[in-house]
């Protein structure tokens, strides 16, 4: 009776948890001697790493330390890692894995509306009259909410797949939209102008409730669909195709995912997307609004809990929250300018940055371009792995690796993309001597002097501090969840939760202001030396990088990560299914064996990033986003050779 998922579970949920039991399982805390990992007691791990962390700060000052919270830890356990930053630390370099898959969404989001988080429930996937799913695919990504979409094309609700894949949903879709890959901004301008040109705005809401519309008719001049079509790799009537049915169906519902966002300009991608919604009125009404599709179980909550450099809990500024938050600890907070994962690294690499404490992150398998990942984490002086298994970061460059329970074995709470916090509970104990993140944390905490406020004796503890400084979550209690989740926000315990974010207002203000974006095409394009166009993601079966689903059956159903490749070309390179091709880049080279398939456009490849046997990231650039430093996963030059 779940709200979400109504019962149903998806391929990993359903069979990939054997990975708790599994033989290379983490169960006690290792340091490294002479160059090898070893076993020793908890009393020593947590003393290296307290006495490490003093002695860089008192060599070296303050903000040489990054922390790094966990999408697969619960809400508590990030609350506590961020504040052990601030208080323990005094430094704002705190970061969490949202930075390389939705940062730019919630920056994007928060500056347009006000909340950097989905505007609607996913039970609106049911009132939708058309549902626009762009850069996602969501029956392999999102399976659960997937289903959910094609019952409600089954039931006759129109279908928009912009993607530049024929994915499942896109096979189905009234409208494919198949872009090429970093054209997004142009793409979304164009239908922005056939609504214009075809007066398929609404007037009312645009008059009522938002700001530069007479500038923004003017900017999309240079954006029609016939301009655009070449650039794109789109015929123009599609996109007048596109623009039409989402403006004409209501209401109209857009989902969004990584294909969006790990781009050049994906946060300026996700302004483009609210454009659209605002000049149709799909905003603060049933079965619409702008929902990003969320790939981790707390993704959404690491950063909301103030794993983010910028913000605090609940994604209140420093500015704005550095009072309350300073009352609430006892002790002013740092104001310095923190760091992002990304930042973390470069300082790294410039011998800056010293030592860095990552929680249930693999951030060398899955950060952009490993080798300078390489050349930036072996330039630090400390780091500390905290997971359930040796992973790759932990296997080359960790001096001390904590073992961390699974979300089996520990209570506390998540946060979905509907906005929804739940209850987890602790169903076996700790495997080992793991334990829970926050008691770790508590401990180091403990072991560098900070008694005050870290002397809690549980997960709901930590909760009810958390409601005191996170105002729109203060109504949200441990035995109110005992019913079932609830989505804030939530100001107090009378309060049912909200479900439809901006009915009558913006969290921002009345009124919202249309973001004229300017196209501006990424560096990785193809050429002569590089002309094929690399695109990555996920596979139905593994779990991100596969740290623990890898450890599961479910890896006997995709052994490994393939290079997608359209039959022509495939052809031309003179390979067949299973053959191995080297993929370079000017950035470094992976081997992959080939998959053809016709759902990818010539001279355009995709490929699955889970397996550290062949750690496709060697490939990926060093591209970020402009506004929030997200790598661009999703465009790399690269050329083949048959092996």
């Known amino acids: 009776?779940?709200?979400?998922?109504?019962?149903?579970?998806?391929?990993?949920?359903?069979?990939?948890?054997?990975?708790?039991?599994?033989?290379?399982?983490?169960?006690?805390?290792?340091?490294?001697?002479?160059?090898?990992?070893?076993?020793?007691?908890?009393?020593?791990?947590?003393?290296?790493?307290?006495?490490?962390?003093?002695?860089?700060?008192?060599?070296?000052?303050?903000?040489?330390?990054?922390?790094?919270?966990?999408a697969r830890a619960p809400n508590e356990d990030n609350y506590l890692a961020q504040k052990f930053a601030r208080v323990v630390l005094q430094t704002n370099n705190v970061d969490c894995c949202a930075r390389v898959c939705h940062g730019p969404t919630a920056a994007a989001m928060k500056v347009m509306l006000g909340t950097g988080a989905a505007t609607n429930s996913l039970d609106d996937i049911e009132l939708a009259s058309a549902i626009l799913v762009i850069g996602a695919n969501p029956t392999e990504n999102h399976p659960v909410i997937g289903q959910r979409i094609v019952q409600a094309c089954r039931k006759g609700a129109k279908l928009i797949v912009i993607d530049p894949r024929k994915t499942e949903l896109a096979l189905l879709a009234d409208v494919h939209v198949q872009l090429r890959p970093g054209t997004n901004v142009p793409l979304l301008n164009a239908m922005a102008f056939t609504m214009f040109q075809e007066n398929l705005v609404n007037a009312d809401f645009l008059e009522r409730r938002t700001d530069g519309l007479a500038s923004f008719r003017e900017f999309v001049k240079d954006f029609s669909p016939e301009s655009v079509a070449e650039r794109v790799g789109v015929d123009a009537e599609i996109i007048r195709k596109a623009a039409r049915l989402y403006a004409c169906s209501k209401p109209a519902m857009a989902m969004h995912g990584l294909g969006m966002t790990e781009h050049f300009q994906g946060t300026e991608g996700i302004q483009c997307l609210v454009n659209l919604a605002l000049l149709t009125g799909n905003i603060g009404i049933p079965g619409a609004g702008i929902n990003p599709l969320r790939g981790q179980n707390n993704v959404q909550g690491s950063a909301h809990m103030g794993c983010e450099p910028s913000n605090l809990t609940g994604f209140v500024s420093i500015p704005d929250g550095k009072e309350r938050f300073s009352l609430a600890w006892g002790t002013k907070i740092p104001e310095t300018p923190g760091l992002n994962l990304m930042q973390m690294l470069d300082a790294g690499g410039r011998g800056e940055l010293k030592s860095m404490w990552i929680i249930g992150y693999d951030v060398l398998q899955t950060n952009p371009s490993i080798e300078t990942t390489r050349q930036e984490m072996a330039n630090m002086e400390f780091i500390v792995v905290q997971d359930m298994f040796l992973n790759e970061t932990a296997r080359e460059f960790?001096?001390?690796?904590?073992?961390?329970?699974?979300?089996?074995?520990?209570?506390?709470?998540?946060?979905?993309?509907?906005?929804?916090?739940?209850?987890?509970?602790?169903?076996?104990?700790?495997?080992?001597?793991?334990?829970?993140?926050?008691?770790?944390?508590?401990?180091?905490?403990?072991?560098?002097?900070?008694?005050?406020?870290?002397?809690?004796?549980?997960?709901?503890?930590?909760?009810?501090e958390i409601r005191t400084v996170w105002l729109p979550g203060s109504g949200i209690s441990y035995s109110r969840l005992e019913h079932g989740g609830i989505q804030w926000p939530c100001p107090n315990e009378d309060h049912p939760g909200t479900k439809i974010l901006h009915k009558e207002r913006f969290t921002s203000g009345d009124r919202a202001a249309l973001q004229e974006i300017p196209y501006l095409p990424t560096s990785e394009q193809a050429n002569a030396e590089f002309p094929f166009l690399l695109n990555t993601g996920r596979t139905l079966y593994q779990f991100n990088s596969a740290t623990m689903t890898d450890r599961t059956k479910?890896?006997?159903?995709?052994?490994?990560?393939?290079?997608?490749?359209?039959?022509?070309?495939?052809?031309?390179?003179?390979?067949?299914?299973?053959?191995?091709?080297?993929?370079?880049?000017?950035?470094?080279?992976?081997?992959?064996?080939?998959?053809?398939?016709?759902?990818?456009?010539?001279?355009?490849?995709?490929?699955?990033?889970?397996?550290?046997d062949i750690l496709l990231n060697l490939v990926t650039s060093h591209v970020r986003d402009r506004k929030t430093g997200t790598p661009e996963f999703k465009v790399t030059a690269v050329q083949l050779e048959k092996i």
Not at 34 to 58: K, Y
Not at 406 to 425: L, W
Not at 447 to 460: L, Y
Not at 596 to 603: A, E, L, S, Y
Request: aromatic share 8%.
């Open 554 to 612: 479910n890896k006997q159903l995709r052994p490994n990560d393939t290079l997608d490749i359209h039959p022509l070309d495939a052809q031309r390179l003179g390979v067949i299914n299973g053959d191995k091709v080297r993929v370079s880049s000017k950035y470094g080279s992976a081997i992959l064996p080939v998959r053809i398939d016709n759902g990818v456009r010539q001279k355009e490849l995709f490929a699955t990033f889970h397996s550290r």
């Open 398 to 464: 960790a001096h001390i690796v904590l073992p961390a329970a699974s979300s089996f074995e520990r209570d506390g709470t998540f946060m979905n993309a509907e906005r929804r916090v739940q209850r987890v509970r602790a169903a076996i104990p700790p495997v080992g001597d793991s334990k829970p993140d926050w008691v770790i944390i508590q401990d180091v905490a403990k072991a560098m002097g900070s008694q005050n406020g870290f002397d809690f004796k549980s997960e709901e503890e930590i909760w009810e």
């Open 1 to 70: 009776d779940a709200p979400v998922n109504k019962g149903h579970l998806c391929v990993k949920g359903r069979y990939a948890h054997q990975f708790v039991h599994a033989d290379d399982r983490l169960k006690t805390p290792l340091i490294r001697r002479n160059g090898v990992l070893e076993p020793c007691t908890w009393d020593e791990a947590i003393q290296t790493v307290a006495s490490e962390f003093a002695r860089i700060q008192s060599q070296y000052g303050l903000n040489r330390i990054g922390v790094l919270g966990s």
